[in-house]
T-cell receptor
Framework: GDSVTQMEGPVTLSEEAFLTINCTYTATGYPSLFWYVQYPGEGLQLLLKATKADDKGSNKGFEATYRKETTSFHLEKGSVQVSDSAVYFCALSYSNYQLIWGAGTKLIIKP | DAGVIQSPRHEVTEMGQEVTLRCKPISGHNSLFWYRQTMMRGLELLIYFNNNVPIDDSGMPEDRFSAKMPNASFSTLKIQPSEPRDSAVYFC?????????????FGPGTRLTVL
């Protein structure tokens, strides 16, 4: 069945470091791909999305490119801040209501 | 826009007691989702409503769990009787439409502890 695999956390970086959080997926069709972020004590919120191959989603300095050939949607940011500390979830969805979630990756940024 | 509102934010109860969680979706959204989040199982979809009608409740763990949506602005998730393994964070989310590409807006969650 369809699934999403994320790199295990926690990922610990220093402020201004480059960030990559890996996400790969298994899908029988052509889903839309999402990154959601969960800050401490809050619900999830959409960070960015891409709906077809080669699309790049971007928001708040974060980027991810929908790569069909490698079935990946890695999250990147050029210079992280302490305020980026959160749990990041990769997810996929087809043309229905189901979001298939990755396990989440906790990111810790140290000043 | 106040976003999705959930109450209570924290609930501590004893095993066997009834628990009711409440959700007010964003006005104009016609899809509502209840999720449960635990360290062991991650994020699980419990039930999905479209236009106040339950469409998929296959994620509801067992008969002790029930959910209702009497109108477009209110939904409840009830656990009766509660058990310690129900301890989790329960999220309500809403969206304009459930279809692919549409953002789900999450509430802040209710942290449930069953002693």
């Amino acid at each position: 069945g369809d699934s999403v695999t994320q790199m295990e956390g926690p990922v610990t970086l220093s402020e201004e470091a480059f960030l990559t959080i890996n996400c790969t997926y298994t899908a029988t069709g052509y889903p839309s791909l999402f990154w959601y972020v969960q800050y401490p004590g809050e619900g999830l919120q959409l960070l960015l999305k891409a709906t077809k191959a080669d699309d790049k989603g971007s928001n708040k300095g974060f980027e991810a490119t929908y790569r069909k050939e490698t079935t990946s949607f890695h999250l990147e940011k050029g210079s992280v801040q302490v305020s980026d500390s959160a749990v990041y979830f990769c997810a996929l969805s087809y043309s229905n209501y189901q979001l298939i979630w990755g396990a989440g990756t906790k990111l810790i940024i140290k000043p | 826009d106040a976003g999705v509102i959930q109450s209570p934010r924290h609930e501590v109860t004893e095993m066997g007691q009834e628990v009711t969680l409440r959700c007010k979706p964003i006005s104009g959204h016609n899809s509502l989702f209840w999720y449960r989040q635990t360290m062991m199982r991650g994020l699980e979809l419990l039930i999905y409503f479209n236009n106040n009608v339950p469409i998929d409740d296959s994620g509801m763990p067992e008969d002790r769990f029930s959910a209702k949506m009497p109108n477009a602005s209110f939904s409840t998730l009830k656990i009766q009787p509660s058990e310690p393994r129900d301890s989790a964070v329960y999220f309500c989310a809403s969206s304009l439409s459930a279809y692919s590409g549409n953002e789900q807006f999450f509430g802040p969650g209710t942290r449930l502890t069953v002693l």
